[in-house]
């Protein structure tokens, strides 16, 4: 979690749960420490908000006391340092430098050992903070082919094959498909038998039309299952397109282990690095190891240089997940992945021996009951993000439609090379019958050709000035 400012770190801020003309009198006045974080508590025209501020005030409300709001001098939450002693609001308790610490302060079981804590005001866990850009499945080359699984491919290309033939043989077995078999060749060879199904598939018209009723039902039957295979495929590519850019390969933290594009790493010497640390958990442990390792280049010092730091480089951030939304509510291009692992709860520390602990967890109680809480929750990790991006259009990119283009470029290669392997072989053999060089007839049949197309075009030209 971030370090506040050192500069206003020592400041008190004098507030008053009832109204604001100071501590009432009768009232006990408790001094609450807290951290700048946003939006738990921020300074706005020297004076502070924020979530934890407004819950101060309905804590106060209820409970009928006077606070005295001051921030941790040191900025930390609350660690044991190497001397033995803690760090913090958790320290600041300890040595009675304030009564109650009120901010986004994790619940563990260090600081139990210590404080008391009272209900969690807020339920939270520990996520991964993304970039879209970065997080987003990119579009692979032949990203048309995504809406159906190899299998089905497979079976396509079986049933398509498999078709074809069962239309050559009962096209032959068929007597109406023949006028008289010995003289006459059948229409329905294998490779126009492949042209018809190649043709159905794309619902388009094709020859030889079937006669024999046999050949009919088969080509009916085919034609009923291109319909239903290209509306599935249709369907199913368009909420491709449409959905791409939410679907995200990092969903779990096993899949950001196995992957080497993006670093990641979290607060140094925070508790969700020491939840790594201790965990029994093979893929903890490993998400612990790298960052371990790499501590002086993934680990981060302060919460808004994590934000900063996915917003500007391949880097994943782990932490709150309850933060991470904050970002991703505030910033439209972060997203945080589903998964979330170690649930945990932000309380209010107050010293052990104190009264006000069991008050302040039915307060919280209440509060939480009567929909405060959520009310709150909601006032403060409010976004615009979600309207944006509905509203938000951006035009199909070509990579998703590469390959279809690579296809028609192979095809149309292939079409101008049978076209000269034609010319070539009638060239080969004219060559035999006028004794020249297969060359020389070959070059001489296009160029023939090509004055062909060109006496055409300058007859017509002539033929116009003749009519002007």
């Not at 100071?22 to 408790?30: A, D, K, Q, W």
């Not at 039902?217 to 368009?238: D, E, R």
Request: overall charge neutral; hydrophobic content about 40%.
């Amino acid at each position: 979690m971030g370090l506040s400012n050192p500069i206003i770190s020592s400041s008190f801020f004098d507030l008053q749960g009832i109204d604001s003309r100071g501590p009432e009198e009768g009232l006990p006045t408790l001094t609450v420490t807290t951290i700048l974080e946003d939006p738990y508590v921020m300074v706005r025209s020297a004076e502070l908000e924020g979530y934890c501020i407004d819950l101060l005030k309905a804590l106060a409300a209820m409970l009928h006391f006077s606070y005295k709001v001051k921030v941790v001098s040191d900025g930390q939450y609350g660690a044991i340092s190497s001397n033995g002693n803690w760090t913090g609001m958790v320290g600041e308790i300890l040595r009675q430098e304030a009564d109650i610490a009120v901010a986004p302060l994790t619940v563990t079981s260090a600081r139990e050992e210590v404080v008391s804590f009272t209900t969690p005001f807020l339920q939270t866990g520990i996520g991964i903070l993304l970039r879209k850009d970065t997080a987003s499945q990119e579009m692979s080359f032949f990203h048309f082919l995504a809406p159906f699984s190899k299998e089905t491919w497979t079976g396509l290309l079986f049933a398509y094959v498999l078709t074809c033939f069962c239309l050559f043989l009962v096209a032959r077995l068929s007597p109406c498909e023949w006028n008289e078999p010995k003289n006459e060749e059948n229409h329905f060879t294998f490779l126009n038998s492949l042209w018809f199904g190649a043709g159905a598939l794309a619902l388009q018209g094709v020859t030889p039309r079937p006669k024999a009723l046999s050949v009919r039902v088969i080509a009916a039957v085919w034609w009923l299952f291109t319909i239903a295979l290209l509306a599935a495929y249709i369907a199913n590519f368009t909420a491709l397109l449409s959905s791409g850019s939410e679907q995200l390969p990092i969903q779990t933290f096993e899949d950001l282990v196995k992957q080497r594009k993006l670093e990641f790493g979290t607060l140094d010497g925070s508790s969700t690095f020491y939840f790594f640390k201790n965990s029994k958990n093979p893929i903890h442990q490993m998400i612990y190891e790298y960052m371990d390792k790499r501590r002086d280049r993934v680990l981060v010092k302060t919460y808004q240089e994590a934000v900063q730091r996915v917003m500007e480089s391949n880097y994943a951030f782990i932490g709150e997940s309850i933060s991470q939304d904050l970002a991703a509510a505030r910033h439209c291009n972060l997203i945080r992945a589903p998964e979330v692992i170690g649930a945990r709860g932000f309380g209010i520390a107050t010293t052990q021996a104190s009264l006000w602990t069991k008050k302040l967890s039915i307060a919280v109680l209440k509060l939480r009951e009567s929909g405060d809480l959520d009310y709150l929750r909601n006032k403060w990790w409010e976004t615009s993000c979600l309207h944006k991006s509905r509203d938000r259009w951006s035009p199909l990119q070509p990579q998703a439609l590469g390959g279809l283009f690579l296809t028609l470029a192979i095809g149309l290669a292939l079409g101008v090379i049978a076209a000269v392997v034609e010319l070539s072989n009638k060239s080969r053999h004219a060559a035999g019958h006028v004794k020249k060089s297969c060359c020389s007839v070959f070059t001489e049949e296009m160029c023939t050709r090509l004055r062909i197309k060109e006496s055409t075009r300058q007859s017509q030209e002539t033929s116009g000035r003749a009519n002007a």
